[in-house]
């Protein structure tokens, strides 16, 4: 700041030293005013340049506090973007990852159900065609049960005339046993339906109760085989309707002698009752039937 500058004029002479004094006074009072507010300008520099020196050094401060909060606040703000960016390239990846097996999924799907449709149509056309098939056959079987059930009517009408029959037959078989002779054996005790003719040993056959061979022997040397025993002829008489055999069964040789006709020649075979009848007696012949049982005793 400059100094105050005082212009000085001396004193018209023509003035009293009063004046003079009272001018000099002021003049005196103007410089020390001046000088004091010097001093005070001189004082408010310094505080202004001392306080100019601490703001700029709070100022440099700040500015190196903003400086360095900048850097790090910027060396952040990159890593946080550096980190977004990894992350978004990592999302980006993912998500064509995730894209990609959505897709390879969703056509792994989309040929699975093709083929199950594919399926559950054949099976759907296999049904169908096994429903037809059913259909036909039910209907065939429908036709087939209305002929069984009229081929059931007459197998009926069939078992009744056979059951008409059968009553019948069972009426005539037990008049004809009731026409058979029952006759006693040759070994006592033991009596025996006896044929005297074909006819009658067809109703004996028919009763079912034992087994009949029919024979005719011829007076010979030799035995002659019957079922499962040796018979031989010795001799006949016609006229008296006798005649002699020998039986040979269980390799015993047993001689039936004088017998007649009709008469039931008794033996044992393996504890079995069998028996021979003879119906008829010629010269040097007979014939007749041996009746075994239809189980064997062991």
Known sequence: MSSPQMNYQAPPPNKSNTMTIVAVAAIAASVLANIVL???????????????????????????????????????????????????????????????????????????????????NQQINQVSSAVSDVSKKADTANAKIADVNNDVSGVKQDLNSTKTSLDQTKTDLNNNIAALKKV??????????????GKELEELKKLGQRNFIEFTLKKQKDMSKVGNISLKLDKTDPKKNKFTINVMADDKLTEKKDRNINEPLQFYVSKSLYEIVINSVGKDTVSGYLSTPKYESR
Do not use: C, F, P, W
Request: no cysteine.
């Open 38 to 120: 010097l001093v005070q300008v001189n004082g408010l520099k310094d505080d202004y340049l001392h306080s100019k020196e601490l703001l700029q050094g709070e100022i440099d401060t700040l500015k190196e506090n903003s400086t360095a909060m900048t850097a790090a606040q910027r060396k952040h703000l990159d890593d946080l973007k550096d980190d977004l960016d990894t992350r978004s390239r990592q999302l980006s990846a993912q998500a064509n990852q995730a894209k990609k097996e959505a897709v390879s999924y969703a056509d792994a799907k989309s040929q699975q159900l093709e083929s199950e449709q594919q399926k559950a």
């Open 184 to 197: 006693q054996g040759d070994l006592g005790g033991t009596n025996s339906l006896v044929a005297t003719n």
